[in-house]
């Protein structure tokens, strides 16, 4: 079962382009959402976190959308740039039994071409 | 990548031998996990410890075995009764478990079992 969706599955932007990427979830209880950024090879970086009272976070050129009637959280990126380039992973937190556990998505990967 | 350390960064084993990779943190972190990933999936939990000489089963803990006897380290031993052993290997850790506090990943051990 599959509580975290992700579109698209990849994607290719031109350098300098925006793009969104998009997250489904069907997790409950919700504790909060967050993006990751995954370099190939390398382990997951924390781009945004938010509780589901908030509706929008930015660092810097990427800002992440929340809708918790809706279930559904975007990431957008502005002004893409090549080390853009990697895995975006959406991760929606459950609060079970006292434990906090991370339900990942498949991630979408992005490809920024000159 | 924090202040997490995996190593070895790649790791070949013939299959029937069991393989521990390494996980150490200097983060003063009380909690610690491992995750699988695999191509085209999101990251699933093998093992969580919330505590010096605690640890629980994820999701998928069959065929691997975990210790915690320091704070900063959590070693993962890959069993040779895990049928698919071959995966990029994440070791994360945290302030704690219990709320949802950011989890910081390390970079990774990609094992190859032929």
């Known amino acids: 079962k599959n509580q975290v ?5 990849s994607l290719i932007i031109l350098e300098g382009k925006n793009c969104t ?8 209880p919700f504790s909060n959402l967050r993006w990751y950024k995954q370099d190939t090879g390398r382990g997951p970086v924390s781009l945004t976190i938010m509780t589901f009272s908030e509706n929008t976070k930015s660092n810097g ?3 992440a959308t929340l809708d918790a009637d809706t279930k559904q959280s975007s990431l957008h990126i502005t002004a893409s ?3 853009d380039s990697a895995s975006y992973i959406c991760v929606v937190i459950e609060f079970s039994g006292g434990y906090n556990k991370l339900i990942f998505g498949a991630g979408t990967r992005l490809a920024v071409h000159p | 990548d924090g202040g997490i350390t995996q190593s070895p960064k790649y790791l070949f084993r013939k299959e029937g031998q069991n393989v521990t990779l390494s ?12 995750y699988r990933q695999d191509p085209g999936q999101g990251l699933r939990l093998i093992y969580y410890s919330q505590i010096v000489n605690d640890f629980q089963k994820g999701d998928i803990a069959e065929g691997y075995s975990v210790s915690r006897e320091k704070k900063e380290s959590f070693p993962l031993t ?4 895990q049928k698919n052993p071959t995966a990029f290997y994440l070791c994360a850790s945290s ?9 910081y990943f ?4 990609r094992l190859t079992v032929t």
Do not use: F, K
């Not at chain 1, 969706?5 to 599955?9: I, N, T, V, Y």
């Not at chain 1, 990427?21 to 409950?28: A, F, G, H, M």
């Not at chain 2, 302030?95 to 989890?103: F, G, L, V």
């Not at chain 2, 390390?106 to 051990?109: A, D, M, N, Q, Y």
């Open chain 1, 5 to 9: 969706e992700q579109s698209p599955q």
């Open chain 1, 21 to 28: 990427l998009q997250c489904n979830y069907t997790v409950s």
């Open chain 1, 61 to 63: 050129r990427y800002t």
């Open chain 1, 81 to 83: 740039q090549l080390s």
């Open chain 2, 23 to 34: 996980c150490e943190q200097n983060l003063n972190h009380d909690a610690m996990y491992w």
């Open chain 2, 78 to 81: 890959v069993t040779s009764a």
């Open chain 2, 95 to 103: 302030i704690a478990a219990d709320e949802p506090y950011e989890q």
């Open chain 2, 106 to 109: 390390g970079p990774g051990t």
